[in-house]
């Protein structure tokens, strides 16, 4: 392990000059703090927060912050990251404290439950508006642990882009290649754990550690190239003779680099090597060689060399850098959802489709999206007035106050993805949604009854027509405790952000539990005047013809095939004589 | 050389499952001891579907094999297929370090593994990388490039993949017979080792394998795959045609179009077929041949929609090799002459010795390539092997030095 040390004192940054702080948000956040404590770390001071205080009190970090006091009461969120978010919002003076007059602060979080995609978009705007350098690593969910969670983690990550100086995202999936299968799982989350906490540490030591070569975080910088990149990270140490080979492998292996290939595309690569005193010269070229092989020749290597006692006789690589544009996996989770959608890079910092997008098919059916929708267009003034009353529902704040920065491009998005929607749903929806699903939806319900008198209005078919929408919607819920909608208005930006992020569902789950009578019950009183009952009739009749036609005509045109997988090319189907089809 | 050099191919085709039990002498030619096939079950489209019942098929060929051969079969080179498969070209970029110099065989696994490394869907796995051939300092085609001075190095590969669990399921049927499996093959990459001779792939070749279930291909220039592919629709397609439009039973339809077909339009005769089997029925040879082009026009042309668009079809100096039970159909060569506006040769296995009256029948060309295709990878090890330790050896020497 590489350490910073103390005792060089000869070009060594003074500390107070370079505070690091290092947070560890949630409880994979708090896995990572800890285990950067046991591996001896006297460089960087810790601080854990966490919701649930059970997981806090074992935490062995130095400093500790508990979120939510009141709301959770020492519970965890339960996966809820809006609670997170309420939960860090009731600390958040807590935390500007704690993050005040560092230099430079590591946020490592895991994404996907609620703590840790709630909690850490909030730290992270603090720490931005305190004007301090801010890193943040964060883990994504296994692929397992649904689609759900990993909605919630792009959403998190996209908010957290925004306000962080660079983003360093590990996929947990990709992490399952370095260990093997059958290691125990405390082996496993250890070692995801070790590697994250190897990279904080060696981009502090690549951003402090005195060296010959100096690099320092204006390099850091340049190499991360913090608008819509995605980072690259690798970090290698070795000993014995053939250590400057091995350590640039085991750089090269890391899971971010996907073995050396992404660094061909990258605009500048930052190289760092660091040894004992016995580190020669030669070893030196030859990592860099090493590396050289992977990199384009246009880009623009960073490199620093620095020696440190502590490593002895071993030798450690650090690679760091970014490459432009789409994310392959952010990619796939966009395009599964809806293929028209344009590619979303990872680390990105500009890029605000996503949330939506990942919205969708938890709410595709929902037309509370869809009463949305008519928003997307609003100028930014009608905005900022509903916004003014707190008593606006939150759901469509979000959709509306989020559309106001990108501009048509989403609405065509958006108008895109929920076309299809406008044409039969509405009716049924509110009745038997509303009713079988779980009350998640229960929000969605709300925007549900401003749809039909948008409807009623023609609204519907206007993307231009905005404002009728939310003035109903603000006498049918009020009550939420939409607090920080009050306290943070004057910081608008920064508090959509946060509101679009959060999912808004959730917390009127638990009003409509304890308060039955708004939520589902509301909406079977208003779709009647609709005639919902023939709307009803009309779509089941449709399903019924869309099945026969569905299982017919194949089994009459293919013969033998009829049971196999089709075999279509240019949207034809070929197991269908052709002298049938060019006949027609 | 290994201990022994008696091979076995395996293919589960559509229509047939076969086993070919081959000798490779010291010469390099390939004696067939024996074959076992038995009429197929259970597959479609060249992929296993009923997997109890293509055991029962294999099982019998397998018997049949070793009855003739005489030898006991326990590893099998197994040729796949299906629409699964798929296939692109990708090029590794590596900088050789500056004091270095020679390109040494490092060097050449490392740009084979970049090369390799295409973002492939998730549920694929290779099935081959197929050296096309390298770049020094952009100086072109270069073969072996080992030994030579340069700074950049760059390896074209052509990359076979196709859906993971539709091969395992291939595999885990055989190895359930029970048969071990020692490698895969893409049932093309193994037809062309025995229909294409080092000529026809240095100057250009085209070869189609039309079989029951499946069409495949693989097209060489400059002695390089360039492509390969599969259309999952064959000879059981037209049957079918057949069947579907006449309607008549599958049996009837088969047995038209093998006595009585062509799929060209050119010279039909004027002429009423009495379809057997059903008392009155007759058919126009013009009816039937016009089923038959329809098909095979439309498959032809969607195997050489790609190659066009790329530009492969001008470089084909030997043409177009027509092979799989299919290609045996009439008309099928001046058809394809037409579509493709190439020469056209029907195909089978050739240079063998053993009963080889057999396999110049152009249904065996997959399974025999498969004992060649096993063949050339025995040839590459021990090769690889010397060189490489060659390569050790210099490396010693010169990093001693410094």
Request: net charge negative; charged share 25%; hydrophobic share 40%.
């Amino acid at each position: 392990m590489i350490e910073y040390n103390e005792g060089e004192a000869n070009e060594v940054p003074d500390r107070s000059e370079f505070g690091v702080k290092v947070i560890g948000v949630g409880g994979a956040g708090a896995n990572v703090l800890d285990r950067m404590a046991l591996e001896g770390s006297d460089d960087a001071e810790l601080l854990t927060l966490n919701t649930d205080v059970r997981a806090l009190s074992t935490s062995v970090s130095s400093d500790k912050i508990q979120l939510g006091t009141t709301l959770l009461k020492g519970m965890g969120t339960g996966g809820d990251p809006s609670l997170g978010k309420q939960a860090a919002l009731e600390a958040v003076d807590d935390i500007r404290e704690a993050v005040r007059g560092y230099k430079m602060i590591f946020v490592c979080v895991g994404l996907g439950g609620g703590t840790g995609s709630g909690a850490a978009p909030e730290v992270c705007r603090v720490a931005r508006e305190e004007g301090i350098f801010l890193v943040v690593f964060a883990t994504l969910p296994f692929s397992f642990e649904g689609q759900r969670r990993m909605d919630q983690a792009m959403d998190a990550l996209n908010t957290i882009g925004r306000y962080a100086n660079a983003v360093i995202a590990f996929d947990n999936d990709r992490m399952g290649e370095l260990i093997v299968p059958k290691d125990g799982v405390t082996q496993a989350f250890a070692a995801a754990d070790k590697i994250i906490s190897q990279s904080i540490r060696a981009t502090m030591n690549v951003a402090f550690r005195p060296g010959i070569i100096r690099i320092g975080i204006d390099d850091l910088l340049s190499a991360l190239d913090a608008t819509d990149s995605r980072c690259l990270f690798g970090y290698g140490v070795a000993k014995g003779d053939n250590r400057s080979h091995e350590a640039v492998e085991q750089a090269l292996k890391c899971p971010l680099l996907d073995r050396g290939k992404l660094l061909n595309d990258a605009n500048a690569v930052l190289v760092q090597v660091a040894g004992g005193e016995t580190m020669t010269l030669y070893e030196v070229q030859m990592v860099m060689e090493e590396v050289t092989k992977h990199v384009g020749s246009e880009t623009q290597i960073l490199f620093g060399t620095g020696t440190d006692k502590r490593l002895s006789n071993s030798l450690s690589v650090t690679i760091i850098s970014s490459i432009v544009g789409p994310n392959a996996e952010a990619q796939q989770v966009v395009e599964a959802v809806e293929p028209e959608e344009p590619p979303v890079s990872l680390g990105m910092l500009a890029a605000p489709i996503p949330p939506l997008a990942a919205a969708a098919p938890e709410y595709q059916e929902e037309v509370a999206e869809e009463s949305v929708l008519p928003e997307f267009a609003l100028p930014e003034e009608p905005v900022a007035e509903a916004y003014g009353e707190t008593v606006v529902t939150e759901g469509i704040i979000e959709g509306a106050v989020e559309e106001t920065y990108e501009a048509e491009v989403d609405s065509d998005a958006g108008s895109a993805v929920f076309e299809p929607i406008d044409e039969e749903q509405p009716a049924y929806a509110p009745q038997e949604i509303a009713g079988e699903e779980d009350s998640i939806f229960d929000e969605d319900d709300d925007g549900d009854v401003l749809n039909p008198i948008a409807r009623a209005m023609g609204g519907d078919d206007e993307l231009t027509m905005p404002i009728q929408p939310p003035v109903p919607a603000a006498d049918e819920e009020g009550e939420v405790g939409h607090v920080e909608a009050v306290t943070e208005t004057s910081q608008k930006i920064t508090l959509t952000r946060m509101l679009s992020k959060g999912n808004t569902g959730r917390i009127k789950t638990r009003d409509a539990k304890t308060d039955p009578g708004p939520g589902p019950a509301l909406p079977p009183t208003k779709p009647p005047g609709l005639a919902d009952e023939l709307d009803i009739e009309e779509t089941s009749d449709e399903a019924r013809r869309q099945q026969e036609m569905l299982q017919l005509e194949p089994v009459a045109g293919k013969g033998r095939f009829a049971k196999t997988d089709p075999t279509i090319v240019d949207g034809e189907d070929l197991d269908v004589p052709t002298f049938l089809r060019k006949k027609d | 050389m290994a201990s022994s050099n008696i091979y076995v191919g395996l293919e589960i085709g559509t229509s047939k499952v076969c086993i070919v039990v081959g000798e490779v002498r010291n010469d390099g030619a390939i004696k067939i001891l024996g074959v076992g096939q038995h009429p197929s079950a259970g597959v479609r489209k060249g992929e296993v579907v009923d997997s109890e019942t293509v055991q029962t098929c294999l099982h019998d060929a397998l018997m049949r094999a070793e009855e003739r051969s005489d030898v006991e079969v326990n590893t099998v080179f197994l040729a796949v297929t299906g629409s699964h498969i798929q296939s692109i070209n990708n090029r590794g970029t590596i900088r050789v370090a500056d004091e270095q110099m020679e390109i040494n065989s490092e060097d050449l696994e490392e740009v084979k593994k970049i090369a390799r490394d295409v973002p492939l869907p998730k549920e694929n796995g290779y099935i081959h990388s197929i050296i096309q051939h390298y770049f020094v300092d952009g100086q072109d085609k270069v073969l072996n490039p080992l030994g030579m001075l340069g700074q950049k190095l760059e390896a074209d590969y052509h990359i076979v993949h196709g859906v993971k669990t539709r091969i395992q399921n291939a595999i885990k049927c055989v190895r359930e017979v029970p048969l071990e499996v020692e490698d895969i093959v893409f049932s093309p990459v193994a037809a062309a080792q025995v229909v294409l001779n080092r000529e026809a792939k240095n100057e250009g070749a085209l070869l189609i394998d039309i079989g029951g279930g499946t069409t495949d291909y693989i097209c060489f220039v400059d002695g390089a795959v360039v492509a390969s592919g599969c259309v999952a629709v064959g000879g059981d397609h037209i049957t079918n045609d057949i069947a579907l439009v006449l309607k008549i039973p599958l049996a009837r339809a088969e047995k038209l179009k093998v006595t009585h077909g062509s799929a060209s339009m050119k010279n039909v005769i004027d002429a009423e077929i009495a379809v057997e089997g059903e008392a009155g029925k007759k058919v126009s040879q013009e009816m039937l041949n016009g089923i038959m082009n329809a098909r095979v026009t439309e498959l032809l042309s969607v195997v050489a929609e790609p190659l066009k668009q790329q530009g492969l079809l001008d470089k084909l100096g030997k043409g177009i090799f027509l092979t799989g039970g299919s290609s045996l159909m009439n008309g099928i060569g001046d058809l394809a002459e037409d579509i493709f506006g190439i020469p056209v040769q029907k195909a089978g296995s050739s240079s063998m010795s053993g009963p080889s009256a057999l396999f110049e029948n152009p249904q065996y060309a997959t399974p025999v390539g498969l004992i060649r295709y096993a063949q050339l990878l025995d040839e590459q090890k021990p090769k690889k092997g010397a060189l490489s330790k060659l390569g050790q050896k210099f490396e010693k020497i010169f990093g001693g030095g410094k």
